[in-house]
Nanobody
Framework: QVQLVESGGDLVQAGGSLRLSCAVS????????MGWFRQAPGKEREFVAA????????LYAESVKGRFSISRDNTKNMVYLQMNSLKAEDTAVYYC??????????????????WGQGTQVVVSS
């Protein structure tokens, strides 16, 4: 069983920055591919960024490329999402997800076995 707890969401002005954190509780020595997704009111959950277990593959949605950065510290069981140059359209609940179960597609939300409860990000324009 994997437990994920996100933190770091806040209200921020457009152009500002936030760093989201995801604490991963898992058996010692076990690591999984991790993803960040977001869901805005009235919209479907969408892919934001993902990183594989050893940080050799990192992917971003086109809408955040160049502004967001995903990273992980396996010694601390943490995954981070650094968000810079925030825009109003980045407003959403952000979720971290763990463990690919169907394929190696890091972008597919249905491919993740575990999800956190989400953290709210509001960007005021």
């Amino acid at each position: 069983q994997v437990q994920l707890v996100e933190s770091g969401g806040d209200l921020v002005q457009a152009g500002g920055s936030l760093r989201l954190s995801c604490a991963v509780s898992e058996r010692p020595g076990t690591t999984h591919s991790m993803g960040w997704f977001r869901q805005a009111p009235g919209k479907e959950r969408e892919f934001v960024a993902a990183i594989n277990a050893i940080s050799s593959m990192i992917l971003y949605a086109e809408s955040v490329k160049g502004r967001f950065s995903i990273s992980r510290d396996n010694t601390k069981n943490m995954v981070y999402l650094q968000m810079n140059s925030l825009k109003a359209e980045d407003t959403a609940v952000y979720y971290c997800a763990a463990k690919l179960i169907i394929s190696s597609d890091l972008r597919d939300s249905t491919n993740y076995a575990y999800w956190g409860q989400g953290t709210q990000v509001v960007v005021s324009s």
